[in-house]
């Protein structure tokens, strides 16, 4: 420990502190720009400089050490002229037209402009004008404004991975820049607009919308992935206008994924259904709530007395909140036996009834960064999980080694120990593999399903990292749980957990995918099951299968042949195939719990009020439940809901309703495959009804048009290698779509997104596909 | 080479241009006996960092640093890698000496180059050399692969099991990759921008190894204090102030060029050996050290001797040993411009006071110099300067300080008579009377 004082008050900070630190620690502001705690230290904007006793000029606090028995003064004469002098000099070259700046009234040179500038300027030169960049959809480029203090340079080489910002040319002449001709895209863009102390790069979608001293903000929790980011919504005029993070170090540290952040354009968006609707002799027409209500709850009564509540099912999102899945639930149960489920992509059950508890990270969101090694099973860690792939990097940086088993090459932008790319039938054969070779290390016998594997060097590494000491974990991403064997690679990945010690973990679908499973909203038939068998009536809770199910073809012709469809989501879809659309709250118009992967339980409230006729979907849910004269809707409040669901759990679930551990379940065998396996991933803005609907996302790259991407050498031996445009058929159906020549799909694949319109006619997620050229 | 045989010359002794920088010629020179000597006798590093403290063998660089001191800061026991880096980056305006050690004695800083990876415990050494004149380089790289065939670089120099390469690397041209840590992101292949220090290259330099960064003609000075010990080396110079020192001279002399001259030597006879003041005219100033350092009036520099002590108590600098002399017919206010122009060009752009303020500085003295200058310019432009000295990430910023400060205060009558009447104080016409070079004296 070193003792320092700072302007007369004394404290102890650890070794390594700098003075910047220590002030932090007093509470004391010492000026500052390209100082950020998450950002490596660059000490040129010179704003923190302070007097340090004996140094014969001012430091920068940010970058100084502190010494044993320094003694430093930030407010001294020296001091402050100094901090006045840099502020005049950022100023100069700076256009004072604050009025007309996105930044105002949250800019920090105009806050410390206040404190630190002087009241006209002695610079009569002419003023620096730097050209505007076009950075992509998502960032707005002011670039005049520009203070050069590198923190979105630093953001995108140290937090996101990758250099998509630099200061190119030299002295006056530097400017902050992409290379040439390109944009920024990565998935955690957004947060340099946080960044940016002035007013270079602010948000496009929010530009010129409105000032924020007119915005209120509002707490809430992001349904876009399991995390359970922490948002701050701004509001005026009960419009959601804006989305920034609210610091979490635990969950999202000060960071949100783009997706969080400008999804809520699709709030505004002309998609919105604000009114009830009804199909009358093939027209829809527009109701008041009443009408529709006793519709619905009527087709219901009808179907479960004339078929049994057995052909009664109801389909959630995984991002639906705690209480609509609980009356969710409820109103299934009450209907004498009908289905309810959130697990739309999967379609392996296997683990049904089979698990210790409910799936989930095995692991508290912040013990990750803790972690001496990991391995990522089945995962588009980056676009599935933008914030958790952000902790994995930095956890990497200090030397975590992470490793990744998966069926997509693709960066991930951090270091990783190995990496094994294969196609999704090899996954149990480089499984078994791990567990070989984790069996051998360990000197024990391999269980009958992994005796016969062989054992690459990779899987040899792998299982080494997972065997040696310090905290270690493995992880099952998307790719595991929608995959036809998911039960089969479960039940290899839990012996190679048990043989190396390491911790089991999901990754997790959606927001409250593990609140759904806890609810009970996992119920009855699961969606296979509803969609394969005759499904008479199905109330779809945010959910749209069309893009969503497992299999979305099979998903639409099942809710067609249905005798009636009520959904129940804030935007206009299913018009094909419902007969009832109820417009329900998205998660800014409710009050609601999501559950997080970890366990966190987290409640928000409402920040804007329903748009139009829109009501919160656990009351619309409750006057159901009570119209059906059903028992056990009797709430006055989503907390009353949330503390019967919970069983009056608050901040953390209890422990014993998780557990990743399967008794019962046979490993996996590998599938000898024939042909051209499909790979299938959820692009990062196709994964959920919001930000399906965003148009400022649907403007990036992760947005493009899904093509069918190959491999250059399983293209040359399925001579496409120089095909432009291709046929895909599947056993289900067809679509045409450009080709495009990726090396980071495994070879025998042809990767084709889910969660298009385009590739939903091919119908399952995995299989294989038929390629030809047009 | 403008002096063709300098008695007094240790590091540019018996060399004949062009032909004698190959190795047999060097090594006729006595070259590589330094080398020789250490290995064969056993010298130990501590024996060696003695030695060069008893020399007062200062950093030839710009900052005088003494580099038996600097050289004692690397952690030499510790067995990680760490680096010697050599810069011949020599950017700063009126500095020309370093290119013709390289030129004509490359292999006097190899060797120097192998005595301190020998001392330092460093298997690897760089020379970065600026890309202004690219056959410097390409030279470079041949006395290299000279010494390496001879043996005295590579593995297991002379049969001693003493390992030690070395590396030629270029610049493109930036002034700014002259200070040691952005010549260190300049090599590691990163744009060249000054680290903030601490850490220091001593414990955090390339590669984020230990690395000691000298000047070219610092190195070169080592064989000679090896060969003749280091009270030798002072001797030549005075206290503090060991050695021969190379001063680059440009400006309104007869034979401007280079000279190695002992340190402590009157600047007057520096000027005399320069063949005095062109055309027999009045010096009016001087500035002594590359031009980051303070300028002096001729006269107080008259009674100086050229050594980092005696020009610091004047209130300048020795720097790199850049001396420009300037006559009467200078105007200071353009001078003044064209260095502001320099250092507002070279910043490196990433620190706000001299990205900011050598603009500004540059700006203020264009305006002056051509007619609109306000009254109150002067005060503002020294403020600025006081605004960008000292607070900076670098050196840089204080060398585009020190010139707007020293000039006003030693000239600043010649600025307010700018102000006032728009117009230059030396008449344009002696102004390009004193331009002109004169032919007879270019000859010798
Ligand atoms: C802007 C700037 C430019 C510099 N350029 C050079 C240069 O060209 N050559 C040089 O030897 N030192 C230069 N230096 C000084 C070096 O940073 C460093 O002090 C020197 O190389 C150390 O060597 P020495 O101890 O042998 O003098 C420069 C410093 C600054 C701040
Ligand atoms: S003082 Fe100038 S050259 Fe040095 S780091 Fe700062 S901006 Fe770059
Ligand atoms: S905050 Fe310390 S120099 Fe910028």
Not at chain 1, 674 to 680: D, F, T
Not at chain 2, 387 to 392: E, P
Request: hydrophobic residues 40%; neutral net charge; proline residues 5%.
């Amino acid at each position: 420990m070193l003792e320092i004082e700072i302007d007369g008050q004394k404290l102890e900070v650890p070794d390594g502190s700098t003075v910047m630190d220590a002030a932090n620690r007093l509470g004391l502001h010492i000026p500052h720009f390209c100082y950020h705690k998450k950002l490596s230290i660059a000490a040129n904007c010179r704003m923190c400089l302070v007097q340090v006793e004996r140094a014969p000029k001012p430091l920068p606090a940010c970058a100084t050490p502190v010494t044993n028995g320094m003694k430093v003064q930030t407010h001294s004469e020296q001091a402050v002229t100094a901090q006045k002098g840099v502020m005049e000099f950022l100023l100069i070259n700076h256009p004072l037209d604050c009025p007309i700046c996105d930044q105002g009234g949250e800019c920090q040179l105009q806050d410390l402009a206040v404190g630190y500038g002087a009241s006209s300027s002695r610079y009569q030169e002419e003023k620096r004008v730097v050209m505007n960049k076009n950075l992509g959809p998502l960032i707005s480029t002011d670039m005049t404004r520009c203070i050069h203090c590198t923190r979105c340079v630093r953001f995108g080489q140290e937090i996101a991975g990758v250099m998509e910002l630099g200061m190119a040319n030299r002295g006056e002449h530097s400017e902050i820049m992409t290379f040439v001709g390109h944009t920024v895209d990565s998935e955690l863009s957004g947060n340099m607009i946080d960044l940016c102390p002035v007013g270079a790069l602010t948000s496009k979608p929010f530009r010129y919308s409105a000032r924020t001293w007119e915005l209120s903000r509002r707490k809430t929790v992001s349904p876009h992935d399991s995390l359970g980011s922490n948002l701050i919504v701004q509001v005026k005029h009960d419009e959601v206008k804006r989305v920034l993070p609210l610091e979490n170090e635990d969950v999202n540290e000060c960071w949100i994924s783009d997706r969080d952040r400008f999804s809520y354009e699709a709030l505004n968006g002309e998609e919105r259904l604000t009114k009830p609707m009804i199909k009358q002799n093939g027209q829809w027409l527009e109701v008041d709530w009443q009408t529709a209500l006793e519709y619905a709850a009527s087709s219901l009564r009808r179907v479960t007395d004339e078929h049994g509540a057995g052909k009664v099912g109801m389909l959630a999102a995984p991002y639906a909140t705690v209480e609509e899945l609980y009356l969710g639930a409820q109103l299934m149960r009450g209907l004498g036996g009908g289905s309810i489920d959130t697990r739309l992509r999967q379609s392996d059950f296997g683990l049904d009834g089979k698990l210790s508890g409910t799936p989930w990270l095995g692991m508290k969101i912040a013990d990750v960064s803790k972690l001496n090694a990991a391995l990522v099973v089945g995962s588009f860690l980056r676009k599935d999980h933008p914030l958790l792939a952000q902790r994995l990097r930095q956890a990497a940086r200090r030397g975590t080694r992470v490793s990744a088993l998966g069926v997509s090459g693709e960066d991930w932008l951090m270091t990783t120990h190995a990496r094994v790319t294969v196609a999704p039938s090899q996954l149990a054969a480089e499984l078994a593999g791990l567990v070989k070779a984790a069996a051998d290390i360990r000197g024990v016998a391999a269980p009958a399903a992994a005796a016969s594997a062989s054992v690459s060097d990779a899987a040899r590494r792998i299982a080494q990292s997972l065997i040696d000491d310090g905290a270690r974990a493995i992880f099952l991403g998307a790719v595991v749980q929608q995959h036809a064997q998911a039960a089969g690679l479960h039940a290899l990945a839990q012996e190679l957990a048990r043989l190396t010690g390491a911790t089991l973990g999901y990754l997790g679908e959606g927001a409250n995918s593990v609140g759904a499973a806890v609810v009970g909203a996992q119920t009855g038939l699961n969606p296979q099951q509803m969609f394969a068998g005759d499904l008479r009536a199905c109330v779809l809770l945010h959910a749209e299968p069309e893009l969503d199910a497992a299999n979305p073809a099979a998903a639409v012709e099942a809710l067609k042949r249905a005798d009636t469809v009520i959904v129940m989501s804030p935007f206009k879809t299913g018009l094909d195939y419902a007969d009832c659309l109820l417009p329900v709250s998205p998660f800014t118009e409710t009050s609601g719990t999501f559950v997080s992967i970890e366990g966190r339980i987290q409640s928000f409230h409402a920040v804007v009020r329903p748009k139009g006729e829109t009501r919160p979907a656990w009351k619309v849910l409750r006057v159901l439940g009570s119209m059906l004269e059903l028992g056990g809707f009797r709430f006055d409040s989503s907390e009353q809901v949330r503390d019967e669901a919970l069983s009056g759990a608050t901040g953390w679930l209890p422990e014993y309703k998780l557990g990743n551990t399967a008794s019962d379940v046979a490993c996996a065998t590998p599938a000898a495959v024939e042909g051209l396996q499909r790979v299938a991933d959820f692009p990062i803005y196709r994964n959920d009804a919001l930000a399906r609907r965003a148009p400022a996302l649907a403007a990036t790259r992760d947005s493009a048009v899904p093509s069918a991407r190959i491999s250059t050498g399983t293209a040359q031996a399925a001579g496409l290698a120089t095909a432009k445009r291709v046929r895909v058929r599947s056993a289900a159906g067809a679509c045409e779509l450009d080709l495009t020549l990726d090396d980071t799909v495994p070879a025998s694949c042809v990767r084709v997104s889910a969660g298009w319109p385009q590739t939903a006619p091919l119908g399952a997620l995995s299989g294989t596909l038929n390629v030809e050229a047009v | 080479m403008n002096a063709p045989e300098n008695p007094q010359a240790i590091l540019l002794a018996g060399l004949d241009g062009d032909n004698t920088w190959g190795i047999e010629h060097y090594i006729k020179r006595g070259g590589y006996s330094a080398l020789r000597k250490i290995l064969e006798s056993g010298m130990t590093p501590e024996q060696i960092i003695a030695e060069v403290k008893k020399s007062d063998l200062r950093g030839r660089g710009g900052a005088g640093f003494p580099t038996g001191l600097k050289w004692s800061f690397m952690p030499r026991q510790f067995p990680m890698d760490k680096y010697v880096v050599c810069n011949s980056d020599e950017g700063e305006p009126g500095t020309f000496k370093d290119r013709d050690l390289l030129r004509y004695n490359p292999h006097l800083v190899i060797e120097g180059m192998a005595i301190a990876g020998y001392v330092m415990g460093c298997t690897r050494g760089y020379n970065y050399i600026h890309g202004e004149i690219f056959s410097l380089y390409q030279r470079f790289e041949e006395a290299l692969a000279e010494a390496r065939a001879a043996g005295f670089i590579g593995k297991n120099i002379l049969g001693k099991g003493f390992d030690f390469d070395l590396f030629a690397h270029h610049g493109w041209g930036a002034y700014i990759c002259g200070e040691e840590t952005a010549l260190l992101e300049s090599i590691e292949g990163k744009k060249g921008q000054p680290r903030f220090k601490p850490p220091f290259p001593a414990s955090h330099g390339l590669y984020g190894k230990p690395t000691t960064i000298n000047n070219t003609e610092t190195f070169a000075a080592i064989p000679w204090i090896i060969n003749n010990g280091g009270e030798a080396f002072q001797a030549l110079g005075k206290p503090n102030n060991g050695g021969t020192k190379i001063f680059s001279v440009s400006g309104h002399v007869n034979r401007p060029g280079v000279y190695e001259i002992p340190l402590g030597t009157p600047f007057s006879t520096l000027l005399e050996m320069c063949g005095g003041m062109r055309g027999g005219r009045k010096l009016k100033a001087v500035i002594p050290g590359g031009s980051s350092a303070p300028v002096l009036p001729g006269d107080i520099m008259m009674d100086c001797t050229m050594d980092y002590d005696s020009i610091s108590k004047a209130g300048s600098m020795l720097g790199s040993g850049a001396v420009i002399v300037m006559d009467e017919t200078t105007c200071m206010v353009k001078s003044l411009e064209r260095l502001s122009y320099f250092y507002h060009e070279e910043s490196c752009g990433q620190c706000t006071p001299c990205r900011e303020g050598t603009g500004w500085l540059y700006r203020m003295v264009h305006r002056i110099e051509h007619g609109q200058g306000r009254p109150d310019d002067l005060d503002t432009l020294d403020n600025v300067a006081s605004n960008i000295a000292g607070r900076t990430i670098c050196a840089l910023g204080d060398a585009a300080a020190f010139p707007v400060k020293s000039f006003i205060k030693h000239f600043r009558s010649e600025f307010e008579y700018h102000v006032e009447h728009k117009h230059c104080l030396v008449p344009v016409d002696v102004q390009r009377e004193g331009s002109r070079i004169y032919v007879e004296h270019a000859a010798c």
